[in-house]
């Protein structure tokens, strides 16, 4: 297998990109990069500074220069901002609501694709929204992973209710739809397929179903051997 290979997994929200990320991965044994994390630490720093998530400005200043790791296998992967473990914090609801929000703004995308590229120019998975169309466009297997929104919904709340008994899966759904809409539409780096993308529609497919079609492709497309 080529040893920086390049795997680019795209696609909405809860259409699986992280735990297939982790499974291709560790299938091949290449570094595993969550770049929602990033965006997610940064919307930490913001929440644990004075700076003011509208102000678009000091939001950039502070995007450019905070410490943001990842360390860690695929199934362990821990983030780090400033060298403290914020693997938990950077899960809860206001930090996942403010991360779609500073996502948007142009040059906080571009410190972290500064970020991506460098960490995965000796080769990994990476999973977001605009791998494969401006993070690495080049990237040797591009996956744009969806499903339907009500299923997408679904994975999102059981996720949400292991850490909160209160969850509202009808919030869950207006939450989901409306970062949909919000990542779509962005002037900069909008969620779309990049044109030469591998579409797998993951609707009724286990976990197991759809990594299987996934391997399948990296095998043909980027000459990797599938595991047994």
Same mark, same amino acid.
């Given at each position: 297998?080529?040893r ?20 291709? =991965? ?14 997610? =630490?940064?919307?930490? =720093? ?11 400005v000091a939001?950039?200043?502070? =995007? ?5 790791d ?10 780090t ?16 609501d403010?991360?779609s929000?500073?996502?948007t ?7 972290m ?11 990994a ?10 993070v ?17 919904a ?6 949400e ?11 869950t ?16 780096s ?5 044109d030469?993308?591998?579409i ?29």
């Amino acid at each position: 297998m080529k040893r920086n290979l390049i795997i680019a997994i795209d696609g909405p929200s809860g259409a699986g990109k992280s735990t297939l990320g982790r499974m291709l =991965a560790r299938a091949l044994n290449l570094l595993y990069i969550d770049t929602g994390s990033m965006y997610r =630490a940064v919307a930490l =720093a913001v929440l644990e500074s004075s700076i003011s998530s509208t102000d678009d400005v000091a939001v950039e200043s502070l =995007a450019g220069r905070v410490d943001i790791d990842l360390k860690g296998d695929p199934d362990s992967l821990r983030v780090t901002l400033g060298g403290v473990d914020v693997t938990e914090q950077i899960r809860s609801e206001e930090v996942t609501d403010l991360s779609s929000i500073i996502s948007t703004i142009p040059a906080v995308r571009r410190a972290m694709v500064a970020r991506q590229r460098e960490m995965g120019k000796r080769g990994a998975v990476l999973n977001g929204r605009d791998i494969g169309t401006v993070v690495f466009p080049d990237a040797d297997v591009k996956f744009f992973l969806t499903a339907v929104p009500q299923e997408r919904a679904a994975r999102r709340f059981n996720e949400e209710r292991a850490h909160d008994p209160n969850a509202n899966f009808e919030e869950t759904f207006a939450d989901m739809a409306e970062r949909d809409a919000r990542d779509s539409t962005r002037e900069d780096s909008p969620l779309k397929a990049a044109d030469d993308a591998i579409i797998v529609d993951s609707t009724g497919l286990s976990i197991d179903e759809v990594f299987k079609k996934m391997m399948s492709q990296v095998e043909r497309r980027a000459g990797a051997s599938p595991p047994s």
